[in-house]
Nanobody
Framework: QVQLVNSGGGLVQAGDSLRVSCAAS????????MGWFRQAPGKEREFVAA????????YYADSVKGRFTISGDSAENTAYLQMKDLKPEDTAVYYC???????????????WGQGTQVTVSS
């Protein structure tokens, strides 16, 4: 019932900024919390950020706090992850997810985007 489409990834240099998107079907903003995860080759899936739209709460992993920001456009039913001062270690496939609560645990989410590749060169 919910479809999430990731986009906006690309190749950037260290220190650059990039915004990745998550377009959702239906009224996802009013019904679900959203999370962002990433996975690099040979690494485990890693929590990045989450937002409870109804509660106005945001959460960030220590590795991205102060650099990444969650935002949304309710008219377009789209969530964004604005990434600044990107580092080579940020290189990964980034996934958005929707679920009942904002959580750092991937298993708590019900729906997932297909992911978008972000590559940061040094």
């Amino acid at each position: 019932q919910v479809q999430l489409v990731n986009s906006g990834g690309g190749l950037v240099q260290a220190g650059d900024s990039l915004r990745v998107s998550c377009a959702a079907s239906g009224r996802t903003f009013s019904r679900y919390a959203m999370g962002w995860f990433r996975q690099a080759p040979g690494k485990e899936r890693e929590f990045v950020a989450a937002v409870s739209w109804s509660g106005g709460r945001t959460y960030y992993a220590d590795s991205v706090k102060g650099r990444f920001t969650i935002s949304g456009d309710s008219a377009e039913n789209t969530a964004y992850l604005q990434m600044k001062d990107l580092k080579p270690e940020d290189t990964a496939v980034y996934y958005c997810a929707a679920g009942p609560i904002a959580s750092s645990t991937w298993s708590m989410y019900n729906y997932w985007g297909q992911g978008t590749q972000v590559t940061v060169s040094s």
